[in-house]
Protein backbone atom coordinates (compact mmCIF):
# COMPACT_ATOMS: atom_id res chain seq x y z
CA UNK A 1 0.00 0.00 0.00
CA UNK A 2 1.59 3.21 -1.03
CA UNK A 3 -1.40 5.56 0.47
CA UNK A 4 -0.25 7.40 3.89
CA UNK A 5 0.28 5.50 6.60
CA UNK A 6 -0.55 6.31 10.09
CA UNK A 7 0.52 4.54 13.32
CA UNK A 8 -0.97 3.36 15.66
CA UNK A 9 -3.86 2.89 14.63
CA UNK A 10 -6.02 3.27 17.87
CA UNK A 11 -4.45 4.59 21.46
CA UNK A 12 -6.04 4.71 24.78
CA UNK A 13 -4.37 6.40 27.46
CA UNK A 14 -4.71 7.38 31.08
CA UNK A 15 -5.01 10.94 31.59
CA UNK A 16 -1.81 12.91 32.52
CA UNK A 17 -0.31 10.51 30.22
CA UNK A 18 1.92 11.35 26.80
CA UNK A 19 1.39 9.95 23.65
CA UNK A 20 3.14 10.21 20.11
CA UNK A 21 1.93 9.48 17.25
CA UNK A 22 3.33 8.70 14.01
CA UNK A 23 2.14 9.31 9.93
CA UNK A 24 3.97 8.51 6.89
CA UNK A 25 3.15 10.44 3.91
CA UNK A 26 2.80 9.35 0.54
CA UNK A 27 6.20 9.05 -0.60
CA UNK A 28 7.52 12.61 -2.44
CA UNK A 29 4.84 14.50 -1.13
CA UNK A 30 6.25 17.28 0.14
CA UNK A 31 3.23 18.83 2.21
CA UNK A 32 2.14 16.79 5.29
CA UNK A 33 -1.33 17.86 7.47
CA UNK A 34 -2.64 16.93 10.41
CA UNK A 35 -6.32 17.64 11.46
CA UNK A 36 -8.63 16.25 14.67
CA UNK A 37 -11.80 14.74 14.18
CA UNK A 38 -14.35 14.65 17.67
CA UNK A 39 -17.64 12.88 17.20
CA UNK A 40 -20.18 14.19 15.21
CA UNK A 41 -17.56 16.65 13.61
CA UNK A 42 -15.45 17.45 9.97
CA UNK A 43 -12.06 17.24 10.52
CA UNK A 44 -10.44 20.42 11.88
CA UNK A 45 -7.31 21.70 10.81
CA UNK A 46 -4.43 21.77 13.56
CA UNK A 47 -1.32 22.19 11.52
CA UNK A 48 0.85 21.27 8.46
CA UNK A 49 4.23 21.24 7.28
CA UNK A 50 5.83 21.68 3.56
CA UNK A 51 8.91 19.83 4.07
CA UNK A 52 10.55 20.26 7.86
CA UNK A 53 9.05 23.18 7.70
CA UNK A 54 5.83 23.71 9.88
CA UNK A 55 4.32 26.96 8.04
CA UNK A 56 0.66 26.88 10.10
CA UNK A 57 -0.57 26.33 13.39
CA UNK A 58 -4.20 26.02 14.37
CA UNK A 59 -5.33 27.74 17.81
CA UNK A 60 -6.68 24.53 18.33
CA UNK A 61 -3.05 23.47 19.34
CA UNK A 62 -2.48 24.13 22.57
CA UNK A 63 0.73 23.85 24.49
CA UNK A 64 0.47 20.66 25.14
CA UNK A 65 0.46 19.55 21.59
CA UNK A 66 3.72 19.19 19.23
CA UNK A 67 4.39 18.59 15.87
CA UNK A 68 7.37 17.84 13.86
CA UNK A 69 8.90 16.68 10.68
CA UNK A 70 12.44 16.13 10.84
CA UNK A 71 13.89 15.22 7.60
CA UNK A 72 10.94 16.38 5.64
CA UNK A 73 9.29 12.72 5.28
CA UNK A 74 7.42 11.42 8.23
CA UNK A 75 5.73 13.19 11.25
CA UNK A 76 5.19 12.79 14.88
CA UNK A 77 2.25 14.52 16.97
CA UNK A 78 2.95 14.18 20.83
CA UNK A 79 0.58 15.44 23.12
CA UNK A 80 1.42 15.73 26.92
CA UNK A 81 -0.69 15.46 29.51
CA UNK A 82 -3.54 14.24 27.96
CA UNK A 83 -7.38 15.37 28.64
CA UNK A 84 -10.02 13.82 28.27
CA UNK A 85 -11.32 16.38 25.87
CA UNK A 86 -8.38 15.12 23.69
CA UNK A 87 -10.32 11.98 22.96
CA UNK A 88 -10.57 12.25 18.70
CA UNK A 89 -9.40 10.43 15.69
CA UNK A 90 -6.26 12.28 14.76
CA UNK A 91 -6.07 12.48 10.79
CA UNK A 92 -3.02 13.12 8.74
CA UNK A 93 -2.94 13.80 4.95
CA UNK A 94 -0.13 14.71 2.62
CA UNK A 95 0.18 16.48 -0.88
CA UNK A 96 2.90 17.55 -3.71
CA UNK A 97 2.78 21.21 -3.67
CA UNK A 98 3.34 22.96 -7.24
CA UNK A 99 2.45 26.09 -8.63
CA UNK A 100 -0.48 28.09 -7.45
CA UNK A 101 -2.94 25.94 -7.93
CA UNK A 102 -4.87 23.14 -4.93
CA UNK A 103 -3.10 19.96 -4.74
CA UNK A 104 -5.12 16.86 -3.65
CA UNK A 105 -4.88 16.52 0.05
CA UNK A 106 -4.42 12.17 0.43
CA UNK A 107 -5.74 11.24 3.90
CA UNK A 108 -4.63 7.98 6.38
CA UNK A 109 -6.88 6.25 8.45
CA UNK A 110 -6.41 8.29 11.25
CA UNK A 111 -5.14 7.15 14.69
CA UNK A 112 -8.25 6.54 17.37
CA UNK A 113 -7.15 7.98 20.69
CA UNK A 114 -8.99 7.10 23.72
CA UNK A 115 -7.99 9.03 27.03
CA UNK A 116 -10.12 7.29 30.21
CA UNK B 1 -13.47 33.40 9.20
CA UNK B 2 -14.28 30.73 7.38
CA UNK B 3 -17.01 28.91 8.03
CA UNK B 4 -18.81 25.53 5.58
CA UNK B 5 -22.56 24.22 6.58
CA UNK B 6 -23.86 21.14 5.81
CA UNK B 7 -27.80 21.48 7.48
CA UNK B 8 -28.62 17.68 7.04
CA UNK B 9 -27.03 15.34 9.33
CA UNK B 10 -28.97 12.64 8.10
CA UNK B 11 -30.43 11.91 4.45
CA UNK B 12 -32.11 8.73 3.42
CA UNK B 13 -33.18 8.44 -0.45
CA UNK B 14 -34.70 5.69 -2.15
CA UNK B 15 -32.17 3.95 -4.83
CA UNK B 16 -33.19 5.48 -8.29
CA UNK B 17 -34.42 8.69 -6.70
CA UNK B 18 -32.29 12.15 -6.93
CA UNK B 19 -30.46 12.81 -4.16
CA UNK B 20 -29.25 16.72 -2.96
CA UNK B 21 -26.90 17.03 -0.52
CA UNK B 22 -26.63 20.63 0.95
CA UNK B 23 -23.59 22.82 1.18
CA UNK B 24 -23.15 26.63 2.55
CA UNK B 25 -19.77 28.62 3.04
CA UNK B 26 -18.65 31.94 4.27
CA UNK B 27 -15.26 33.30 3.13
CA UNK B 28 -14.17 36.59 2.19
CA UNK B 29 -12.48 35.89 -0.70
CA UNK B 30 -12.56 33.33 -3.95
CA UNK B 31 -12.71 29.88 -2.00
CA UNK B 32 -11.82 26.97 -3.51
CA UNK B 33 -15.06 24.20 -2.60
CA UNK B 34 -14.48 20.24 -2.45
CA UNK B 35 -16.83 17.07 -1.89
CA UNK B 36 -15.02 14.48 0.30
CA UNK B 37 -16.84 11.08 1.12
CA UNK B 38 -15.83 8.61 3.57
CA UNK B 39 -16.81 4.84 2.82
CA UNK B 40 -17.91 2.64 5.55
CA UNK B 41 -14.54 1.29 6.82
CA UNK B 42 -12.06 3.46 4.31
CA UNK B 43 -10.23 6.45 4.21
CA UNK B 44 -11.77 10.13 3.49
CA UNK B 45 -11.01 10.66 0.25
CA UNK B 46 -11.68 13.29 -2.58
CA UNK B 47 -15.39 12.86 -4.75
CA UNK B 48 -14.71 15.96 -7.09
CA UNK B 49 -13.78 20.03 -6.52
CA UNK B 50 -15.27 23.09 -7.98
CA UNK B 51 -13.01 23.78 -10.58
CA UNK B 52 -12.53 20.97 -12.25
CA UNK B 53 -16.29 20.79 -12.95
CA UNK B 54 -16.67 17.03 -13.50
CA UNK B 55 -18.70 14.77 -13.10
CA UNK B 56 -17.66 12.23 -10.59
CA UNK B 57 -19.86 8.78 -10.17
CA UNK B 58 -22.68 10.71 -11.38
CA UNK B 59 -22.17 13.23 -8.68
CA UNK B 60 -22.04 17.06 -9.24
CA UNK B 61 -21.67 20.22 -7.91
CA UNK B 62 -22.25 23.73 -9.03
CA UNK B 63 -20.73 27.07 -7.06
CA UNK B 64 -22.99 29.36 -6.39
CA UNK B 65 -21.29 32.30 -5.59
CA UNK B 66 -24.41 34.59 -4.89
CA UNK B 67 -25.93 31.75 -2.63
CA UNK B 68 -22.38 30.90 -1.30
CA UNK B 69 -23.46 27.27 -1.99
CA UNK B 70 -21.71 24.34 -3.48
CA UNK B 71 -24.61 21.26 -2.96
CA UNK B 72 -24.05 18.11 -4.47
CA UNK B 73 -26.29 16.39 -6.73
CA UNK B 74 -26.93 13.01 -8.57
CA UNK B 75 -29.90 12.19 -10.30
CA UNK B 76 -30.37 8.45 -9.47
CA UNK B 77 -28.88 7.11 -6.20
CA UNK B 78 -27.34 3.95 -6.14
CA UNK B 79 -26.57 1.79 -3.37
CA UNK B 80 -22.89 2.48 -3.46
CA UNK B 81 -23.30 5.98 -2.80
CA UNK B 82 -24.37 5.07 0.95
CA UNK B 83 -21.54 7.20 2.72
CA UNK B 84 -20.35 10.02 5.25
CA UNK B 85 -19.91 13.23 2.83
CA UNK B 86 -17.67 16.31 3.93
CA UNK B 87 -18.32 19.56 1.81
CA UNK B 88 -14.71 21.70 2.44
CA UNK B 89 -13.29 24.62 1.75
CA UNK B 90 -10.03 26.01 1.11
CA UNK B 91 -8.67 29.48 1.04
CA UNK B 92 -6.48 30.73 -2.71
CA UNK B 93 -2.86 29.95 -2.15
CA UNK B 94 -3.84 28.52 1.74
CA UNK B 95 -4.64 24.52 1.44
CA UNK B 96 -5.50 23.87 4.72
CA UNK B 97 -9.12 22.92 4.57
CA UNK B 98 -12.42 23.84 6.40
CA UNK B 99 -14.62 20.75 7.37
CA UNK B 100 -18.50 20.93 7.74
CA UNK B 101 -20.18 18.57 10.13
CA UNK B 102 -20.87 15.86 7.41
CA UNK B 103 -24.08 14.44 5.98
CA UNK B 104 -24.95 10.56 6.19
CA UNK B 105 -26.17 9.45 2.94
CA UNK B 106 -28.10 6.02 3.11
CA UNK B 107 -29.37 4.48 0.19
CA UNK B 108 -32.35 2.65 0.99
CA UNK B 109 -32.93 -0.62 -1.82
Known amino acids: DTGVSQDPRHKITKRGQNVTFRCDPI?????LYWYRQTLGQGPEFLTYFQNEAQLEKSRLLSDRFSAERPKGSFSTLEIQRTEQGDSAMYLCASSYRRGGSYNEQFFGPGTRLTVL | AQRVTQPEKLLSVFKGAPVELKCNYS??????LFWYVQYSRQRLQLLLRHISRESIKGFTADLNKGETSFHLKKPFAQEEDSAMYYC???????????FGTGTRLTIIP
Open chain 1, 27 to 31: SEHNR
Open chain 2, 88 to 98: ALSGVGNEKLT
Open chain 2, 27 to 32: YSGSPE
